[in-house]
Each structure stands twice: as C-alpha cells, then as structure tokens.
C-alpha cells in the first residue's frame, strides 16, 4: 500500500500538479490555458473520486487501484503524444487523467481497514500517506532534473507511467498475507 501511494504521489501532485503548467509552457501553450487544463482535470476529477468511492463498496479494491494505476500510467506514456495532437490530444488526456487523478484513495483507504482493522487504519493510513508525500516530492525534482538535463519533459512523463504500470501489479499482491488482528481495546 505504500510502495503504490508513493507512486501515486509521484504520478499526480509531484509530476503532473507541479510540472504540466511549465510543459505546456515548452509547448507553446500560455499559461492561463495550461491552468485551465488543470482545472477541467479537478471537475473530472469529482466525478472520478465519487465514482470509485462508488465502486470500492461493491468491487475488489485491489483490481480497481489495478485499473486506475494501469489507466493512470498509460495516460501519462500518451501525454508526451498528446501536445503533438493539435486541440484534441490535451483535452483527451485531462478526461482520463481527471477521471483518475484521486480515484485510487476510496480502495486504498478500503484496503487500509481491511489489512489493519479499523482501530488502525486511520495511523496506517496516515504513513501511506506519507508515502505519497514522499514520492511527489522525489518526482518533483527528478523531473525538474530530467527537464534541465533535456530540454523536455517527455522522459518523465514516460518514467511516470512506467512506474505507475509497476505499482498496477504491486497491488494484485496486497492482501496475499493474513490481516494484523485487531488493536487491544477495539470494539
């Protein structure tokens, strides 16, 4: 769960959050435009995060972060394509992006509760979370490197999406273990 929310962090908040204004900016795309990108990405993003919430009460947690971090990870391998794709490309990537960008907390906060118990799980969650504090700020400066050493940003949005693809394995094997038993004291 933290090794997948470090890379959440580090495929959201530390990459795209941080950098997409400054790419479109390479790209020839002002900056007004580039924000209003960001935010049509938060609208999708509602109904992205209220539908997995949705979803997480009724399917396996573990196959839905799988989907969304394989989904995640292949938007952000297209998104270097997607500036090349005159009016259309970055609209398409902050649909599916959107759709994507908190989506993965509703399973992992639901496969939090069930591997630590609900005593628990706000504590763990809370370390997960750091995680993903911890993979943003790692991306954010290795794609500043990677943008300084290159002239662009491509090589991490790629790396991004790969990592992304890794953590959409990483959490088929969540939960392969028995689950801690319950804190002293739990009702």
Known sequence: LGGSFFICGASTNGLIGTHLVPAC???GIPEVQAAGLLAAMGV????????SGWLSDRYSSCWLLFWYYALRGLSLMYLPAAFGIAGIGLPIFAVFYGLDWIATVPPT?????NRFGAARAPMMFGWIL???????SAI???AGVIRTQTASY??????????CI??????????RSPALAP???AA
Do not use: E
């Open 25 to 27: 900016g390479d790209h």
């Open 44 to 51: 999708f993003d509602l109904f992205g995060t209220t539908a």
């Open 109 to 113: 906060v639901k496969l939090t509760a």
């Open 130 to 136: 750091a995680g993903h504090q911890l993979g943003a």
């Open 140 to 142: 954010a400066f290795l």
């Open 154 to 163: 491509d090589a991490a949005f790629v790396l991004s999406g790969g990592l």
């Open 166 to 175: 890794a953590a959409a394995i990483m959490v088929l094997f969540i939960g």
């Open 183 to 185: 804190a002293s004291g």
